[in-house]
């Protein structure tokens, strides 16, 4: 049973680009977290996801930053127009659906770096 | 609004030392706490859990405690490695929803 899939582990984008960041859960997981650790910070919740629903966005940046948890696939986390300040990690977590709130799976991250 | 501190934010102590981290958190309404370990571009590993009902949580030579109405948690490291090096997070999860809210973290750095 594999852990918790993050891709790409590093990613390179240019100011206002798109930045596009996976995540597959761990089999028969249906519930999905993306936290962001900014340089020399600690980790701060962005958004929890069900599949096909977004539970609590209250962590995401108003503009820019949009997330989504197919039926079928991964995570998506979709940083438009990035700018430097989008630099760095996002990790993603997961749980089963009939113990969400009782622990967390960390993926290893991706790190986003904005040149 | 729940704030979580860790205490030290750095820690460097001698091979073969027990140590103690500390971690406090303002709103005792806490589901769970855990803690992480980080090592440096790396991701996330998870060490302890501790549900809040619980007081506290072994594993091997890793001990955490709880004492929820005081709002503290502490992780006992026994006889250190260099390789516990790493950074420590605390987490807690509230009672009313379901995410993990973050302590900055101690960074333990354990000299041969």
């Known amino acids: 049973n594999a852990g918790v899939m993050q891709n790409p582990r590093h990613l390179v984008r240019r100011r206002g680009q798109e930045a596009r960041l996976r995540c597959s859960p761990m089999?028969?997981?249906?519930?999905v977290y993306w936290y962001r650790q900014l340089p020399e910070e600690g980790l701060k919740f962005m958004v929890y996801?069900?599949?096909?629903?977004?539970?609590?966005e209250s962590g995401m940046p108003k503009e820019r930053f949009s997330a989504e948890f197919p039926k079928e696939g991964p995570s998506i986390l979709r940083i438009q127009q990035v700018v430097r300040g989008d630099s760095a990690a996002y990790f993603c977590a997961s749980s089963p659906p009939a113990v969400p709130r009782d622990s967390a799976f960390f993926g290893q991250g991706t790190r986003l770096t904005v040149v | 609004k729940q704030e979580v501190t860790q205490i030290p934010a750095a820690l460097s102590v001698p091979e073969g030392e027990n140590l103690v981290l500390n971690c406090s958190f303002t709103d005792s309404a806490i589901y769970n706490l855990q803690w992480f370990r980080q090592d440096p571009g790396k991701g996330l590993t998870s060490l302890l859990l501790i549900q809040s009902s619980q007081r506290e949580q072994t594993s091997g030579r890793l001990n955490a405690s709880l004492d929820k109405s005081s709002g503290r948690s502490t992780l006992y490291i026994a006889a250190s490695q260099p390789g516990d090096s790493a950074t420590y997070l605390c987490?807690?999860?509230?009672?009313?929803?379901?995410?993990?809210?973050w302590g900055a973290g101690t960074k333990l750095i354990i000299k041969p």
């Open positions: 987490a807690v999860r509230g009672d009313s929803n379901y995410q993990l809210i």
């Open positions: 089999k028969g997981h249906s519930h």
């Open positions: 996801l069900q599949k096909e629903n977004i539970i609590d």
